[in-house]
C-alpha cells in the first residue's frame, strides 16, 4: 500500500491562549463520550505506546456529515519531485481560542483534557474523501519537540486502515514501500487512538489509499508536546526542498 507522499497534517506552535471556543456549547444535551468506554494501551517499546478506545464517541456518523458540510476546508500542497503537489486530502485547521464548529468536538477535546493532563494545540482534521486519499508513512514534525507527546485522533466516517511501523527497521529489511512490518489499528467510526510518549520519534503512522472504498473519513486529531528534548532541524513536510544540482 503507497500514498502519493508523506504528509503530516499543518499544526502550529501553541498560542497564549488555552481556552477553546464555546460555539455551540451545552447544546447538545446528552454526552456522546462513552463514559464506560474500554481504553486499551498497546506498549510499542519502552516509551512508546498507542491508546485504542473503540466506540468511544456515539454519533461520529452524523459527526462526519456535519464536518464535511460546515468545516473550511482547504486543499494542502507539498513540494515533492521538484514541484508542488497537491496532497490527496483535504485538511482544515481551528487554531485555540476560536470557537469549536461542533459541540461534540468540544465535549472531546474537554474529555481528552481531562483524561490525558495535558493541554492541546488546536483541532487539526483530515477529510479523505474516499480510497483514493491517503496519507503516507510520517512522523507529525511539525509539532518539532518528538520527545514526549499525546496526538488524539478521533475517527468519524468510514473505517480504513490506520497503520504504525517503527522507523528504526535495519536499511537491509526496508524494501520500498514494504508495509509487511506494520500494524493495522483499523479505527472505525467513534473509535479514539492516542498516540503517546515517543512514537513521533520513534515510528511512523500512514493512512493508506484503499482502492474501491467510495466512503469518506474524517479524523480529528489534538496535539500536545512536552517540548522538552532536541528539537527536529530540517524542512516541514511541505517546504520547498530540492536535490538537483545548484545552477
Ligand atoms: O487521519 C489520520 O488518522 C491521521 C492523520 C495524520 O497522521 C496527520 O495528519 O498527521
Ligand atoms: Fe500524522
Same mark, same amino acid.
Given at each position: 500500500?503507497?500514498?502519493?507522499?508523506?504528509?503530516?497534517?499543518?499544526?502550529?506552535?501553541?498560542?497564549?491562549?488555552?481556552?477553546?471556543?464555546?460555539?455551540?456549547?451545552?447544546?447538545?444535551?446528552?454526552?456522546?463520550?462513552?463514559?464506560?468506554?474500554?481504553?486499551?494501551?498497546?506498549?510499542?517499546?519502552?516509551?512508546?505506546?498507542?491508546?485504542?478506545?473503540?466506540?468511544?464517541?456515539?454519533?461520529?456518523?452524523?459527526?462526519?456529515?456535519?464536518?464535511?458540510?460546515?468545516?473550511?476546508?482547504?486543499?494542502?500542497?507539498?513540494?515533492?519531485?521538484?514541484?508542488?503537489?497537491?496532497?490527496?486530502? @483535504? %485538511?482544515?485547521?481551528?487554531? $485555540?481560542?476560536?470557537?469549536?464548529? =461542533?459541540p461534540?468536538?468540544?465535549?472531546?477535546? +474537554?474529555? !481528552?483534557?481531562?483524561?490525558?493532563?495535558?493541554?492541546?494545540?488546536?483541532?487539526?482534521?483530515?477529510?479523505?474523501?474516499?480510497?483514493?486519499?491517503?496519507?503516507?508513512?510520517?512522523?507529525d514534525?511539525?509539532?518539532?519537540?518528538?520527545?514526549?507527546?499525546?496526538?488524539?485522533? @478521533? %475517527?468519524?466516517?468510514?473505517? $480504513?486502515?490506520?497503520?504504525v511501523k =517503527?522507523?528504526?527497521?535495519?536499511?537491509?529489511? +526496508?524494501? !520500498?514501500?514494504?508495509?509487511?512490518?506494520?500494524?493495522?489499528?483499523?479505527?472505525?467510526?467513534?473509535?479514539?487512538?492516542?498516540?503517546?510518549?515517543?512514537?513521533?520519534?520513534?515510528?511512523?503512522?500512514?493512512?493508506p489509499?484503499?482502492?474501491?472504498?467510495?466512503?469518506?473519513?474524517?479524523?480529528?486529531?489534538?496535539?500536545?508536546?512536552?517540548?522538552?528534548?532536541?528539537?527536529?532541524?530540517?524542512?516541514?513536510?511541505g517546504?520547498?526542498?530540492?536535490?538537483s544540482?545548484?545552477?
Open positions: 500500500m503507497t500514498s502519493d507522499f508523506p504528509a503530516p497534517a499543518g499544526t502550529s506552535d501553541p498560542g497564549p491562549d488555552a481556552s477553546v471556543g464555546t460555539a455551540g456549547e451545552g447544546a447538545r444535551g446528552t454526552s456522546l463520550i462513552a463514559p464506560g468506554a474500554t481504553f486499551e494501551r498497546i506498549q510499542l517499546d519502552d516509551r512508546s505506546w498507542i491508546d485504542v478506545a473503540r466506540n468511544w464517541m456515539t454519533g461520529a456518523e452524523q459527526l462526519y456529515a456535519e464536518l464535511a458540510r460546515t468545516l473550511p476546508w482547504k486543499q494542502g500542497s507539498a513540494w515533492r519531485y521538484e514541484r508542488y503537489l497537491e496532497e490527496p486530502r @483535504l %485538511t482544515a485547521w481551528i487554531a $485555540r481560542g476560536r470557537a469549536v464548529p =461542533s461534540a468536538l468540544l465535549e472531546a477535546y +474537554r474529555a !481528552l483534557r481531562r483524561r490525558y493532563q495535558v493541554d492541546f494545540d488546536g483541532f487539526g482534521l483530515s477529510w479523505y474523501r474516499d480510497g483514493n486519499d491517503s496519507v503516507g508513512f510520517h512522523r514534525r511539525e509539532m518539532r519537540w518528538l520527545d514526549n507527546t499525546v496526538i488524539a485522533i @478521533l %475517527t468519524t466516517g468510514a473505517r $480504513r486502515p490506520f497503520l =517503527s522507523r528504526h527497521v535495519p536499511a537491509g529489511r +526496508r524494501i !520500498l514501500n514494504d508495509d509487511s512490518d506494520a500494524r493495522d489499528l483499523a479505527p472505525g467510526p467513534g473509535d479514539l487512538l492516542v498516540l503517546g510518549g515517543r512514537c513521533q520519534a520513534d515510528w511512523l503512522h500512514a493512512v489509499k484503499v482502492p474501491g472504498v467510495v466512503e469518506g473519513r474524517i479524523s480529528v486529531q489534538w496535539r500536545w508536546t512536552s517540548r522538552t528534548g532536541p528539537p527536529e532541524r530540517g524542512p516541514g513536510y517546504a520547498p526542498r530540492t536535490f544540482r545548484p545552477r
